[in-house]
């Protein structure tokens, strides 16, 4: 168990260059669950553009198999939706950062993480894009 | 007469009737989107109705069937509606909790299809407190991710099923008998008994009476018949701990029972013959007691059909930020607190620590932390002296070949590291530089702390 949400500090698109992201996809969206995802979209940032752009598969629910692709790829970030504490900790522990809380469009959500488009408690992405009731 | 006026209920007023009910309660739309959370749904999930308005049910539910086979979405399809089913989700916070889940169609009035409605329970407390009463424990409550244990988890179901007898080897505490229990309720024997019997606990004449019983008139105050733990576990399993304590004389009898399948009870003139699979433990190494003419080699080589060995915390630390999230939960329950987590700090200092007792000291910490606990996170302060080093976090270690330009960049980390605690996010911004440059920047130089 471990702290809820926890706000994630804006970054700028500098600081993001030449580093490695891995996310999980289900089709256009980010994986609702780390551990449910058999798709990593492998990106690299490089200032506010991404490069290498490619899809991995990894079965989420294996965290050595998971472990075992943010090494092969030498993966800096994991952007994530749903993440239990005990998966984050242990990806923590194995030097890769978690930044997790996201949903929606992988791009989207790409896009908001790059350009440091970050909200706290846990909720990033299409937060405006929601339909009315 | 008074006449009672009729009451109609308004549209607030399901809300409130929603909200009142203490299973959580919301409903989609035919395009998956959620258009109703109620009060419950809110404190499982952690999730508030505002933020579950409008998203799709699987981005705020994040269950574990939601990708694969949304019952939601069965129920949609088909009309069919679930009652009761299993599933477990990740709330807001990252606590992964057992839920039952049923799932209707949701209709107007003229009985047309507008969605769906699902009602979910939270099942952690029920779970948690069936396991502890039943001592039903399976692989899933073997807590560790670590590559060791996951080579044991590979294996287990097959040894379990294969009905040989198990030598489990491991230092005290590392949690032999939960895999003893979980082997035999894994097996075909699991409807049948599980007697555990601790061989150093007893002197020999006492569990050489405790194993195999004894006939009226055995010995002085033997006035009747008693059974053995090999009787009662007849059709089952006996877990004999610590069996590198045994007598040498113990030894024959137990090899005995092992070859023959029977064995006479003290007193007693015939045989009786059982069908027991034993799975037996130590924390000793019997090849070694072998080698000293301690343990009979025969004996040795009938126990170990399959030797599983149970690697010591210490050398699995990768394994305990989960086991302090199940112990969290546990002690939550069993105490009636709600403490959410540790610190950080705690994390850094418990992940530190060699654990000499194993997961059983692991497990002490965590219940004394949860006693001088006064707030929802458990500092650094509630654990005992032995555990906190002096000055707390210095673990920090630079490796690999550097430039000195490199050197004097990994010392500089190393250093404002080592003044923060080993706080990644106080480092970075004492450094002047984002987290995330900090932690690349530690992974490209080398630097690690636990």
């Known amino acids: 168990m471990c702290r809820a949400g926890g706000t994630i ?76 504490c005990e998966d984050r900790q242990i990806i923590e522990t194995a030097g890769v950062e978690v930044n997790y809380g996201w949903i929606g469009y992988v791009k989207d959500v790409l896009k908001g993480f790059v350009h440091g488009r970050r909200g706290g408690s846990g909720w990033k992405a299409d937060r405006d894009n929601r339909q009315p009731h | 007469m008074a006449t009672m006026k009729k009451y109609v209920l308004r549209e607030n007023d399901y809300k409130t009737i929603l909200d009142s009910v203490a299973d959580g309660v919301f409903t989609v739309d035919r395009g998956w989107k959620i258009t109703s959370w109620n009060k419950a749904a809110e404190h499982i999930t952690g999730f508030s109705e505002r933020e579950a308005l409008g998203r799709l049910c699987s981005e705020v539910l994040r269950s574990n069937v939601c990708q694969s086979g949304c019952i ?9 509606e679930f009652i009761k089913f299993p599933i477990d989700i990740i709330t807001k916070n990252g606590e992964k909790k057992p839920l039952s889940i049923s799932s209707s169609l949701l209709r107007t009035g003229t009985g047309e299809v507008v969605g769906g409605v699902e009602t979910f329970r939270d099942l952690t407390q029920i779970e948690t407190l069936r396991k502890a009463l039943a001592n039903e424990y399976t692989f899933e409550d073997i807590l560790g991710k670590s590559h060791q244990m996951q080579a044991l988890f590979r294996i287990l179901p097959d040894i379990a099923t294969s009905d040989s007898t198990v030598l489990i080897q491991g230092a005290s505490g590392t949690g032999k008998e939960l895999f003893a229990r979980a082997i035999h309720n894994l097996s075909r024997r699991k409807d049948r008994p599980f007697i555990g019997v601790n061989c150093a606990a007893l002197p020999d004449t006492l569990l050489e009476s405790e194993l195999f019983g004894y006939r009226k008139g055995a010995f002085t105050g033997a006035d009747g018949n008693k059974p053995g733990r090999f009787d009662l576990a007849d059709g089952g399993t006996i877990f004999l701990d610590e069996i590198g304590d045994i007598s040498a004389a ?30 037996t433990a130590t924390n000793k190494n019997l090849k070694e007691q072998m080698r000293l003419g301690r343990f009979r080699d025969d004996l040795y080589f009938r126990l170990n059909v399959i030797c599983l060995e149970i690697p010591p915390l210490a050398e699995r630390k990768v394994d305990i930020p989960i086991l302090i999230e199940a112990l969290i939960s546990r002690f939550n329950t069993e105490k009636q607190k709600n403490i959410l987590g540790v610190t950080p700090g705690t994390m850094r200092v418990l992940m530190q620590y060699e654990y000499p007792g194993n997961v059983r000291e692991l497990e002490n910490i965590m219940e004394r932390a949860f006693i001088l606990c006064k707030t929802d996170l458990i500092d650094v302060d509630c654990l005992p002296r032995e555990v906190v080093p002096d000055g707390a976090i210095r673990r920090t270690t ?19 590291l080592t003044q923060n605690d080993g706080h990644r996010e106080r480092t970075a911004t004492a450094l002047g530089i984002h987290k995330t440059t900090l932690l690349r920047k530690m992974k490209k130089l080398g630097i690690t702390y636990p």
């Open chain 2, 398 to 416: 630079v490796c690999g070949e550097l430039t000195p330009l490199e050197s004097a960049e990994a010392e500089a980390i190393v250093a404002t």
């Open chain 2, 72 to 80: 939601l979405r069965r129920t949609m399809e088909s009309g069919r």
């Open chain 2, 250 to 279: 113990l030894q024959i009898k137990l090899l005995r029972v092992l070859q023959e399948k029977q064995y006479e009870p003290l007193g007693g003139t015939t045989s009786r013959r059982v069908d027991v699979r034993v799975v």
């Open chain 1, 9 to 84: 500090n804006a970054i700028t698109v500098a600081e993001v260059s030449n580093m490695r992201i891995a996310i999980p996809v289900y089709g256009e969206r980010i994986s609702p669950r780390i551990d449910c995802a058999s798709t990593f979209l492998v990106v690299e940032a490089d200032g506010g553009t991404m490069r290498d752009v490619h899809e991995a598969p990894a079965d989420g629910s294996s965290l050595k198999n998971l472990l075992g692709l943010l090494t092969r790829e030498d993966i800096d970030v994991v952007v994530c939706a749903g993440i239990s």
